[in-house]
């Protein structure tokens, strides 16, 4: 599995927003949504506002790979779900440290909703 450098990872965490487009089926890419990003440790989390719902959400994770850009990151990357709980509990963690401060959107980025749709985003070789 490919990792982030440790700049990379430095930029993302500072990020306060990710571009995300994932690709569709016959390869061509989304148009991108603009979504928060967290990292834990080497690791880089996204998840969806909307649950399951959300559109980008459900073509990352039927095609599993897409792209990503922020903060001078700009890169293939794949998409892997995450359902380990404690793994789920430090994201947790990571919106609310980032993002706490943004009364009433943070609370749904841990909700359970949210947290079915956690993916670990890696870039590609």
């Given at each position: 599995?490919?990792?982030?450098?440790?700049?990379?990872?430095?930029?993302?965490?500072?990020?306060?927003?990710?571009?995300?487009?994932?690709?569709?089926?016959?390869?061509?890419?989304?148009?991108?949504?603009?979504?928060?990003?967290?990292?834990?440790?080497?690791?880089?989390?996204?998840?969806?506002?909307?649950?399951?719902?959300?559109?980008?959400?459900?073509?990352?994770?039927?095609?599993?790979?897409?792209?990503?850009?922020?903060?001078?990151?700009?890169?293939?990357?794949?998409?892997?779900?995450?359902?380990?709980?404690?793994?789920?509990?430090r994201?947790?963690?990571?919106?609310?440290?980032?993002?706490?401060?943004?009364?009433?959107?943070?609370?749904?980025?841990?909700?359970?909703?949210a947290?079915?749709?956690t993916?670990?985003?890696?870039?590609?070789?």
């Amino acid at each position: 599995m490919t990792t982030w450098t440790p700049h990379a990872l430095e930029q993302l965490a500072a990020a306060d927003e990710l571009h995300i487009a994932p690709r569709r089926d016959d390869g061509s890419l989304r148009k991108p949504t603009t979504i928060w990003v967290v990292t834990d440790g080497d690791q880089v989390f996204v998840r969806s506002w909307r649950g399951t719902d959300g559109a980008w959400w459900k073509t990352a994770r039927a095609t599993s790979t897409g792209h990503v850009s922020a903060d001078g990151i700009d890169t293939d990357v794949t998409f892997t779900p995450v359902t380990d709980p404690a793994a789920n509990d430090r994201v947790d963690d990571a919106y609310r440290a980032k993002y706490g401060h943004y009364t009433g959107y943070v609370e749904p980025m841990t909700a359970e909703q949210a947290r079915a749709t956690t993916l670990r985003v890696t870039p590609q070789t």
